[in-house]
């Protein structure tokens, strides 16, 4: 297979028409190779527009979610990133590039020593992965310029959004199916303000609790 053909392909018939036009998050795309992250029986399928099955429920983002992802967070190089699920970790090197430093957590311990391979493979040396619950996020390295939810939510957990410093944001897909919104939430010094980006509908992040319902 030829990956750089592929790779081409998918940058320009799957990410720019997803107007992801950004210059920075086009080269990155282009010198992050994502067939180095996606597990060896998936490698093949490293450019397809799809999710791809890692764990159990876990799924990888599609390749157009994750620099939709990448270039709304506009991260800088002195900020500090949390990353919740790290899963295969191409989204974890691509914000490593981007950032001062990425805290990553991954409650899967085989996808989390998965991981720490890749991104040492890569070079990747600003980056922490830390394997434990998704919710509970990094209190310890709290407060973040930038928290990224790699996976769909009901809601967002309180926990995270207390992770996020004044002047900082938050990025999720926050909704039910099959309506879900890529919602960037920043937070003010009185409060919070939402914007939805998109529409779109991905894989939940497993771990995160579940609103109550209620059945008749």
Known sequence: MNFEQARFNMIEQQIRP?????????????????????????????????????????????????????????????????????????????????????????ADAELAAHARESLRRSGCVNVTIHQGPAQDGVMAEAPFDAVLLCGSVAEVPQALLDQVKVGGRLLAVVGEEPAMQLQLRRRTATGWTTEVLLETVVARLPGLQEPATFTF
Do not use: C, N
């Open 18 to 106: 997803w107007d992801v036009l950004d210059s920075s998050v086009l080269e990155l795309l282009s010198l992050v190779r994502r067939e180095d992250f996606v597990p060896a029986a998936l490698r093949q399928l490293a450019f397809v527009d799809t999710e791809l099955p890692l764990s159990g429920e876990r799924k990888a983002l599609a390749p157009r979610v994750e620099a939709r992802m990448l270039q709304a967070l506009k991260v800088l190089r002195h900020e500090k990133v949390l990353e919740i699920g790290t899963g295969m970790g191409y989204l974890t090197a691509l914000l490593s590039h981007k950032a001062q430093h990425v805290h990553s957590v991954e």
